[in-house]
């Protein structure tokens, strides 16, 4: 039997400051350096700022495609890179440096670290924490830290874990650790010896450990194992935020000699576009034939031979059996490898859309000779549709053209880094669709795997990115792991090679490895296309190489005029405006000045986005970003250490541009100025959170009635430098559907005007004056449809709490699941005497729990120019709001099964996280009152909410509320 554990419990860790490293690294790579001095190079990237250029040396020395380093011998400031382009050809006084090719050796580990990978290290003192972790957001904020990554220090990070493997495992089948991702280079050992180097920060691997000469099976201290993990959180090709360390989740593994590989199964039901046929108004679509292929790939133990075949099963969203078949049988010698394969006819299939994202469930059985079925896997989802891109008409699913009209994300949030849990994955798709999204490109690299499980389930089309692009073989390498790993997932539509620069547009061997990257993918899923997010012209061609090996043309921040060029030589070629709209603004800044940038954006991503959607033959556009993310502070570095580019900021509350989208991309597009509903606007989009509304209302409000939305960009305070006498006169912004809108000040009008097509309106040159400014959205008909009130706030005098997640109103669920992992989210808003949100606070919020099983692992406020610790419960407001997150702190919702393996594997057990036994459940009835979270502030009346929590992982699990949240659109 096949047995898949969670490993994410009970790990010690500790984070290394890099200028920490030792002696033997700083001279262990110096002759393979070529060195510089006086220059500086291209593309280069801060890691810091150091005492000696031989720290900047071995750090690049400890990342096998680091090209080279540059130390400024006046700052100490060290730079490293990874790039193909990296040249060091510039007159720079005051530099020292060297260059290399890459890969370049990886020296063996040595000194403090390899007495820290020793089964006998005392690691007592280490920090106990549970998966999935950032190392490196614990840190404090410095300007001598890299601004790309942040301003947060880079550092090595080590993970311990003192575990045991069941005695009944010993002897009987093969034992693996699953991991999903370490970030990065990640060295694995194992009592001691050395099993497993990993160089991605972003691909999955499974290190084998029965096989490890001193494993131990078996109960006890004698027999307890230890797995150690050194990973470099530095010296990655990101100039964003990448955080480091045992960031995604983590799975103890056991199965027969004769098993799946990992990622080894693929499924595919195709359909014709002919046979699709739509019911019940067109939410649910089905194919009236279609066919089932599947293929699994096998492996045998070197002591094992036999007559292996595969069994499949398909069963339908209702748990249904729908068809099975069978491969041929294979004689199979010891040690052999080989793909199993399969294929059915179906009829009368319910396809996968963005309304209705029905999945079947493949089981796969490996059948030995006379003993039957020796491995399984039961969770292999995957979806029936069809997916076509066109060069004329755009992009169709299911034979309907679909307009992309999405956005690019990284990979991070406020307190949490990197690890964000996994009911905020669900948050983040979520919020997408409340702005009308529905397209997500992973930027740029493969997500974590939960991700894309909601996703599917929430009917969001997916553009998949490897992280780097060129002839090395690891980074081809690289390439197959994403598209082995994530082919099943319905909604990824494509597979992208690259992102800008990283396309080696210019380069002459372009074309060559463009060529080998494609055999890659397609080696793997014949079925997707590739592409790139490109931006280089080449000259007299007008654009690269590369265009020849990609099957759909991705552009990066280009005029509509591109696109028109584009069309006219290349008119066979599909074409997306794969990134696009890089307009700044911040959150509750009614101005611009030298620190803060403006609420309002209107005119940057109403002109941008409209190069991608207004044009037929471009699928659409995917705007940079939805949400903010550490790194790349734009156009303000120090002291903003986040960018600005989002339509919610990094502690996932809405900025201004939120309900310019929400107004056009869902409520006009919906029927695209006409009456007839567009099928690839999202069907079932949760209310969009107006963050500083103590009392969220949901769609059927004044200001946001379901079919129109009208939103006042600015606050309505007193300017804070102004004194009596002063013109106080301002442009107020309105963002909304609506053809015109009225402004009133303290009831009377003010003006009237006509809101132009995907557009706003402005006010200018009003007189403040305390009190209430309310904008109406009038129709054709001169009928109020929708109305916004902003008041002058008091004095502030309170802390009013609510619940962001779970929540109906935002479509993550009702309850956290007690499952030791479970996250929420709480927002504090500072308001005045009548409940107006105070946009001038800042008072700093204490939170707490203060009764449930449940612990503060995060905070947040949103604002790009905050240095307080992302992990201390204290966080000053950012006009009046701040966030705390949640995490339930028991165990007692998995399985039984489960749970009596973690208390049998886990030597550390029950000390950072309550693992309540099986049978114990009683003891623990009290914790179904849920989780208690207070929020003070001196000088303010408190306030506490209780999350609530559920034992029933069955139906509150993350992707069966995404599951819910969608049929509920059938109701």
Same mark, same amino acid.
Request: proline share 5%; aromatic share 10%; hydrophobic share 40%.
């Given at each position: 039997?096949?047995?898949?554990?969670?490993?994410?419990?009970?790990?010690?860790?500790?984070?290394?400051?890099?200028?920490?490293?030792?002696?033997?690294?700083?001279?262990?790579?110096?002759?393979?350096?070529?060195?510089?001095?006086?220059?500086?190079?291209?593309?280069?990237?801060?890691?810091?700022?150091?005492?000696?250029?031989?720290?900047?040396?071995?750090?690049?020395?400890?990342?096998?495609?680091?090209?080279?380093?540059?130390?400024?011998?006046?700052?100490?400031?060290?730079?490293?890179?990874?790039?193909?382009?990296?040249?060091?050809?510039?007159?720079?006084?005051?530099?020292?440096?060297?260059?290399?090719?890459?890969?370049?050796?990886?020296?063996?580990?040595?000194?403090?670290?390899?007495?820290?990978?020793?089964?006998?290290?005392?690691?007592?003192?280490?920090?106990?924490?549970?998966?999935?972790?950032?190392?490196?957001?614990?840190?404090?904020?410095?300007?001598?830290?890299?601004?790309?990554?942040?301003?947060?220090?880079?550092?090595?990070?080590?993970?311990?874990?003192?575990?045991?493997?069941?005695?009944?495992?010993?002897?009987?089948?093969?034992?693996?650790?699953?991991?999903?991702?370490?970030?990065?280079?990640?060295?694995?050992?194992?009592?001691?010896?050395?099993?497993?180097?990993?160089?991605?920060?972003?691909?999955?691997?499974?290190?084998?450990?029965?096989?490890?000469?001193?494993?131990?099976?078996?109960?006890?201290?004698?027999?307890?194992?230890?797995?150690?993990?050194?990973?470099?959180?530095?010296?990655?090709?990101?100039?964003?935020?990448?955080?480091?360390?045992?960031?995604?989740?983590?799975?103890?593994?056991?199965?027969?000699?004769?098993?799946?590989?990992?990622?080894?199964?693929?499924?595919?039901?195709?359909?014709?576009?002919?046979?699709?046929?739509?019911?019940?108004?067109?939410?649910?679509?089905?194919?009236?034939?279609?066919?089932?292929?599947?293929?699994?790939?096998?492996?045998?133990?070197?002591?094992?031979?036999?007559?292996?075949?595969?069994?499949?099963? +398909?069963?339908?969203?209702?748990?249904?059996?729908?068809?099975?078949? /069978?491969?041929?049988?294979?004689?199979?010698?010891?040690?052999?490898?080989?793909?199993?394969?399969?294929?059915?006819?179906?009829?009368?299939?319910?396809?996968?859309?963005?309304?209705?994202?029905?999945?079947?469930?493949?089981?796969?059985?490996?059948?030995?000779?006379?003993?039957?079925?020796?491995?399984?896997?039961?969770?292999?989802?995957?979806?029936?549709?069809?997916?076509?891109?066109?060069?004329?008409?755009?992009?169709?699913?299911?034979?309907?053209?679909?307009?992309?009209?999405?956005?690019?994300?990284?990979?991070?949030?406020?307190?949490?880094?990197?690890?964000?849990?996994?009911?905020?994955?669900?948050?983040?798709?979520?919020?997408?669709?409340?702005?009308?999204?529905?397209?997500?490109?992973?930027?740029?690299?493969?997500?974590?795997?939960?991700?894309?499980?909601?996703?599917?389930?929430?009917?969001?089309?997916?553009?998949?990115?490897?992280?780097?692009?060129?002839?090395?073989?690891?980074?081809?390498?690289?390439?197959?792991?994403?598209?082995?790993?994530?082919?099943?997932?319905?909604?990824?539509?494509?597979?992208?090679?690259?992102?800008?620069?990283?396309?080696?547009?210019?380069?002459?061997?372009?074309?060559?490895?463009?060529?080998?990257?494609?055999?890659? /993918?397609?080696?793997?899923?014949?079925?997707?296309?590739?592409?790139?997010?490109?931006?280089?012209?080449?000259?007299?061609?007008?654009?690269?190489?590369?265009?020849?090996?990609?099957?759909?043309?991705?552009?990066?921040?280009?005029?509509?005029?591109?696109?028109?060029?584009?069309?006219?030589?290349?008119?066979?070629?599909?074409?997306?405006?794969?990134?696009?709209?890089?307009?700044?603004?911040?959150?509750?800044?009614?101005?611009?000045?030298?620190?803060? +940038?403006?609420?309002?954006?209107?005119?940057?991503?109403?002109?941008?986005?409209?190069?991608?959607?207004?044009?037929?033959?471009?699928?659409?556009?995917?705007?940079?970003?939805?949400?903010?993310?550490?790194?790349?502070?734009?156009?303000?570095?120090?002291?903003?250490?986040?960018?600005?580019?989002?339509?919610?900021?990094?502690?996932?509350?809405?900025?201004?541009?939120?309900?310019?989208?929400?107004?056009?991309?869902?409520?006009?597009?919906?029927?695209?100025?006409?009456?007839?509903?567009?099928?690839?606007?999202?069907?079932?989009?949760?209310?969009?959170?107006?963050?500083?509304?103590?009392?969220?209302?949901?769609?059927?409000?004044?200001?946001?009635?379901?079919?129109?939305?009208?939103?006042?960009?600015?606050?309505?305070?007193?300017?804070?430098?102004?004194?009596?006498?002063?013109?106080?006169?301002?442009?107020?912004?309105?963002?909304?559907?609506?053809?015109?809108?009225? +402004?009133?000040?303290?009831?009377?009008?003010?003006?009237?005007?006509?809101?132009?097509?995907?557009?706003?309106?402005?006010?200018?040159?009003?007189?403040?004056?305390?009190?209430?400014?309310?904008?109406?959205?009038?129709?054709?008909?001169?009928?109020?449809?929708?109305?916004?009130?902003?008041?002058?706030?008091?004095?502030?005098?309170?802390?009013?709490?609510?619940?962001?997640?779970?929540?109906?109103?935002?479509?993550?669920?009702? /309850?956290?699941?007690?499952?030791?992992?479970?996250?929420?989210?709480?927002?504090?808003?500072?308001?005045?005497?009548?409940?107006?949100?105070?946009?001038?606070?800042?008072?700093?919020?204490?939170?707490?729990?203060?009764?449930?099983?449940?612990?503060?692992?995060?905070?947040?406020?949103?604002?790009?120019?905050?240095?307080?610790?992302?992990?201390? /419960?204290?966080?000053?407001?950012?006009?009046?709001?701040?966030?705390?997150?949640?995490?339930?702190?028991?165990?007692?919702?998995?399985?039984?099964?489960?749970?009596?393996?973690?208390?049998?594997?886990?030597?550390?057990?029950?000390?950072?996280?309550?693992?309540?036994?099986?049978?114990?459940?009683?003891?623990?009835?009290?914790?179904?009152?849920?989780?208690?979270?207070?929020?003070?502030?001196?000088?303010?009346?408190?306030?506490?909410?209780?999350?609530?929590?559920?034992?029933?992982?069955?139906?509150?699990?993350?992707?069966?509320?995404?599951?819910?949240?969608?049929?509920?659109?059938?109701?």
């Amino acid at each position: 039997k096949r047995e898949v554990i969670n490993f994410d419990f009970a790990w010690r860790h500790e984070n290394v400051p890099v200028d920490a490293v030792g002696e033997e690294y700083q001279t262990a790579c110096g002759p393979a350096f070529t060195p510089f001095q006086n220059l500086s190079c291209k593309t280069d990237r801060p890691v810091g700022i150091f005492e000696s250029p031989s720290i900047c040396q071995a750090l690049c020395c400890l990342s096998p495609y680091c090209r080279g380093w540059v130390f400024e011998l006046a700052t100490g400031t060290c730079s490293l890179d990874t790039e193909r382009l990296f040249r060091c050809d510039t007159a720079a006084k005051g530099t020292v440096g060297g260059t290399r090719d890459v890969p370049g050796p990886r020296p063996p580990l040595a000194g403090l670290d390899i007495q820290r990978m020793s089964s006998a290290f005392d690691d007592s003192k280490w920090q106990l924490i549970d998966a999935p972790h950032d190392s490196l957001i614990t840190g404090t904020f410095s300007i001598n830290a890299s601004g790309h990554q942040g301003n947060l220090p880079y550092g090595l990070a080590f993970y311990r874990k003192h575990f045991n493997l069941p005695g009944d495992w010993e002897g009987n089948g093969q034992t693996t650790v699953y991991f999903e991702g370490i970030f990065r280079s990640s060295y694995v050992y194992l009592n001691g010896i050395q099993v497993a180097f990993h160089e991605s920060g972003y691909t999955s691997f499974s290190v084998r450990l029965d096989n490890v000469t001193g494993v131990k099976f078996g109960a006890g201290q004698a027999n307890e194992n230890v797995l150690a993990i050194r990973a470099q959180a530095f010296g990655g090709s990101g100039w964003w935020y990448e955080g480091g360390g045992l960031y995604r989740h983590n799975y103890l593994i056991h199965h027969s000699d004769v098993h799946i590989v990992p990622n080894g199964i693929l499924g595919k039901i195709s359909v014709e576009e002919e046979s699709v046929r739509e019911l019940e108004d067109g939410l649910v679509t089905v194919a009236t034939k279609g066919e089932l292929t599947a293929e699994a790939t096998v492996s045998l133990d070197q002591k094992l031979a036999g007559n292996v075949s595969v069994h499949f099963q +398909l069963y339908n969203s209702e748990g249904e059996f729908i068809a099975g078949m /069978a491969t041929n049988t294979t004689v199979m010698k010891p040690g052999d490898t080989a793909i199993f394969f399969a294929s059915h006819v179906l009829h009368n299939i319910t396809l996968w859309t963005p309304a209705n994202t029905s999945m079947y469930r493949l089981l796969t059985n490996v059948m030995l000779g006379d003993e039957g079925m020796v491995d399984q896997v039961n969770d292999t989802y995957i979806g029936a549709r069809s997916a076509s891109w066109h060069a004329g008409y755009g992009f169709l699913l299911n034979g309907q053209q679909f307009k992309w009209r999405g956005f690019c994300n990284h990979n991070d949030m406020a307190g949490v880094g990197i690890a964000i849990p996994d009911r905020l994955h669900l948050f983040r798709a979520q919020t997408m669709k409340s702005i009308g999204g529905n397209s997500w490109r992973m930027s740029h690299n493969p997500p974590a795997p939960m991700l894309l499980d909601v996703l599917d389930r929430s009917g969001i089309l997916v553009w998949d990115e490897t992280r780097n692009f060129g002839d090395e073989a690891q980074w081809a390498t690289d390439m197959r792991d994403m598209v082995q790993r994530d082919r099943n997932h319905p909604s990824i539509m494509l597979w992208s090679f690259c992102n800008e620069g990283g396309c080696l547009s210019a380069e002459p061997d372009v074309s060559s490895i463009g060529g080998q990257f494609r055999a890659a /993918a397609k080696s793997l899923d014949p079925f997707r296309p590739v592409t790139g997010n490109m931006v280089a012209k080449k000259e007299n061609q007008l654009y690269s190489d590369l265009t020849g090996e990609i099957d759909v043309q991705g552009f990066s921040h280009m005029q509509g005029f591109i696109f028109d060029d584009f069309h006219t030589i290349y008119p066979e070629k599909p074409l997306i405006n794969s990134e696009c709209c890089s307009c700044v603004t911040q959150r509750g800044e009614d101005t611009a000045n030298p620190t803060h +940038l403006a609420n309002f954006n209107g005119d940057c991503i109403s002109e941008q986005t409209a190069r991608g959607i207004s044009r037929p033959f471009v699928s659409g556009s995917l705007v940079w970003t939805l949400f903010d993310y550490l790194g790349e502070p734009t156009p303000i570095n120090w002291p903003h250490v986040s960018s600005s580019f989002g339509s919610f900021d990094l502690a996932g509350f809405s900025k201004a541009a939120a309900f310019w989208y929400r107004a056009w991309w869902l409520y006009n597009f919906t029927h695209d100025g006409m009456s007839d509903r567009q099928w690839d606007v999202p069907s079932r989009a949760p209310p969009l959170i107006d963050s500083e509304q103590p009392l969220q209302s949901a769609i059927g409000s004044s200001k946001d009635t379901g079919d129109f939305l009208i939103h006042i960009v600015q606050h309505w305070e007193a300017a804070p430098t102004s004194s009596a006498g002063d013109d106080d006169l301002r442009v107020i912004q309105v963002y909304t559907n609506a053809p015109q809108v009225e +402004l009133h000040l303290n009831g009377k009008l003010f003006s009237r005007k006509v809101v132009p097509w995907y557009s706003w309106a402005e006010f200018g040159n009003i007189s403040f004056e305390a009190g209430n400014l309310t904008a109406t959205a009038i129709s054709w008909s001169s009928v109020v449809v929708a109305s916004h009130t902003r008041l002058t706030s008091g004095i502030a005098t309170a802390i009013v709490l609510a619940i962001d997640v779970p929540s109906a109103s935002t479509g993550t669920g009702k /309850a956290l699941v007690l499952d030791g992992q479970d996250t929420g989210m709480v927002r504090a808003m500072v308001v005045d005497s009548r409940g107006t949100v105070v946009p001038s606070s800042a008072h700093a919020i204490t939170f707490s729990v203060s009764t449930g099983p449940g612990r503060i692992i995060g905070v947040g406020n949103g604002d790009p120019a905050c240095h307080e610790n992302n992990k201390i /419960a204290v966080r000053s407001a950012y006009h009046g709001l701040a966030r705390a997150i949640v995490q339930v702190n028991m165990n007692s919702a998995m399985p039984a099964s489960i749970r009596h393996r973690l208390a049998q594997i886990d030597s550390e057990s029950g000390q950072y996280t309550v693992l309540v036994h099986p049978g114990d459940e009683e003891n623990y009835s009290s914790v179904s009152e849920g989780i208690t979270v207070s929020a003070s502030s001196p000088g303010l009346a408190s306030a506490n909410i209780t999350i609530p929590v559920t034992n029933d992982i069955d139906r509150h699990n993350v992707l069966a509320t995404a599951k819910a949240w969608m049929t509920a659109s059938h109701a």
